[in-house]
């Protein structure tokens, strides 16, 4: 039984979160770390603008390297169509990045149809 796609799309988006989540917080700390260390009097603005950006850079570079890790593993022949008239797609346990195609197929749950 495949997750309807509402479900499959509410998944994606939950690892998209908490990936971002997790890096967004390794990277702040570090970045607040060495600020301090560079100027103890550093604005907390300049935080939370470094925050916002990390998200939304990781964000964007993680769902493009999903939808490039898709396109490789579909021309390489990883990811097919399942037969008779389904809609599911078979990965491959040994794709590259499969966890990249799977995330990919998750947020864009059109992509099992193309």
């Known amino acids: 039984m495949t997750p309807s796609r509402p479900a499959m799309r509410f998944r994606g988006l939950c690892k998209l979160i908490a990936i ?8 702040t700390t570090l970045f607040n770390y060495a600020a301090q260390q560079l ?6 603005e300049s935080l939370w603008i470094f925050s916002c950006l990390t998200c939304g850079l990781v964000t964007l570079w993680l769902q493009a ?16 169509n399942g037969g008779d008239g389904k809609q599911d797609l078979q990965i491959a346990e040994d794709c590259p990045k499969r966890w990249l195609v799977i995330l990919h197929v998750e947020l864009n749950p059109a992509a099992m149809q193309a």
């Open 20 to 27: 971002v989540f997790v890096t967004n917080q390794v990277l």
């Open 39 to 44: 100027d103890p009097a550093l604005p907390p």
């Open 65 to 80: 390297d999903a939808r490039r890790a898709f396109g490789l593993a579909r021309e390489k022949g990883f990811v097919k």
